[in-house]
Structures are given as C-alpha cells and as structure tokens.
C-alpha cells in the first residue's frame, strides 16, 4: 500500500508469572516509561491481590499501542467483573458459605479462549443444596452477561474431609491452585470439619 510504513511489532515482550501459594506474588513494575497493564483479580476482599496476573509490556511508541492498553484495559475490566460476580453469587445465603474459591486454568493463569471459570463452593452438608442453587443460578445470569462458561463443584464439609484423607489428586490440586473468594482456604477445612465433628 502506498504510504504505508510497517514499524515491527507493539509487543515489546509478555509474561505470565505463575500465582504463587497463599497469594503471594509481586506487583509488576514499570519498566522505563512503557506501561504495564495487569489483570488482577479481588481475592478475600482485597482488591488488586496479584493472584493471576497476565502482564504486557506495550512499545508506547507504536502506532497501535493505544488501542491495544484499550483492550486490555476492557479485559482486566471483565475479569474483574467475572470475579466479582462469582464473590456476590451465594447472595443471601452467603452466611452458610464455609468456602468459595476460583480454581483450574484461570486460577493457574492458563486459560484460553473456551476454558471453563472453576468454581468451588464448600458448605455443610444441611445447606448444599440450597447454596449451590443459588450460586449457580447466580454465576449463570452473569455468564450469558461476561461471555464465559462456569462449572460449580458443590462439596460439604464431609467431601471435603475424605477428599483430603484419601489424598485426592484432584484435592490436591485444587488447594495448590484456589483463589480464594470467600470463607477458609480449601487446605484449612479438614481440620475445622474435624472440629465440628468432635463436638
């Protein structure tokens, strides 16, 4: 095309730093002038918390770099959307939510286009039922909304204590991953099903 000059890419570089336990990761820093654009999902309430993090830096000098922090500004946008209605979704039946937590691909910072957002959802055994109703109904108005696909696992507390006594690879896996939302760690209900067990 007449008068068009290519410059090279608006990507300067990508990371995908890896969430580590107990969310403890660090902010990615500026690096020069360029800017760093973060997806940063509210984990226990905090908002901001780095437990999945998707960073790009963009050549600031490139003819497409505003249109590109755009975009990733939209995404970082319904992510945080996406989070907060999974945190929002047992509604009133919040009380009775021993754990609620993100696990999976999107929780390790692997999702692709189709991946499925991996919910998990703890309560007593009494109250399953009726939380897990409400939550899924609750994810699935805002799905068809943010354009992603959620699957719940519903487990009570007694799930959860065989689960991590017969040393579950996938339990395993999941208190690896969890971002957790709401209520305990995956790895601290054993002990408190014990608890209440024993009276």
């Known amino acids: 095309m007449q008068g068009f000059h290519w410059t090279g890419s608006p990507y300067v570089e990508t990371?995908?730093?890896?969430?580590?336990?107990?969310?403890?990761?660090?902010?990615?820093?500026?690096?020069?002038?360029?800017?760093?654009?973060?997806?940063?999902?509210?984990?226990?309430?905090?908002?901001?918390?780095?437990?999945?993090?998707l960073a790009i830096?963009?050549?600031?000098?490139?003819?497409?770099?505003?249109?590109?922090?755009n975009l990733f500004a939209a995404e970082e946008r319904r992510f945080a959307d996406i989070i907060d209605a999974v945190t929002d979704s047992p509604g009133d039946k919040k009380q009775f939510v021993k754990s609620l937590w993100v696990y999976g691909s999107v929780a390790r910072g692997e999702d692709?286009?189709?991946?499925d957002l991996d919910v998990g959802v703890v309560t007593g055994s009494a109250?399953?039922?009726?939380?897990?109703?409400?939550?899924?109904?609750?994810?699935?108005?805002?799905?068809?909304?943010?354009?992603?696909?959620?699957s719940v696992v519903s487990l009570?507390?007694?799930?959860?204590?065989?689960?991590?006594?017969d040393d579950n690879p996938w339990w395993a896996?999941?208190?690896?991953?969890?971002?957790?939302l709401a209520g305990r760690r995956p790895e601290e209900l054993p002990a408190l099903a014990g608890a209440a067990a024993d009276g």
Do not use: Q, W
């Open 15 to 53: 990371r995908h730093p890896r969430r580590s336990p107990g969310c403890g990761g660090s902010r990615p820093k500026r690096v020069s002038e360029r800017r760093v654009i973060s997806r940063k999902p509210r984990a226990n309430g905090v908002a901001g918390c780095d437990c999945t993090m």
């Open 57 to 69: 830096r963009v050549n600031a000098e490139h003819y497409f770099s505003k249109a590109i922090e």
């Open 112 to 115: 692709r286009l189709g991946s």
């Open 127 to 150: 109250d399953l039922a009726a939380v897990v109703d409400v939550v899924r109904d609750s994810i699935a108005i805002h799905s068809e909304r943010l354009g992603f696909t959620p």
């Open 156 to 165: 009570d507390m007694e799930d959860v204590s065989r689960l991590a006594r």
């Open 173 to 180: 896996s999941v208190v690896k991953d969890a971002i957790v």
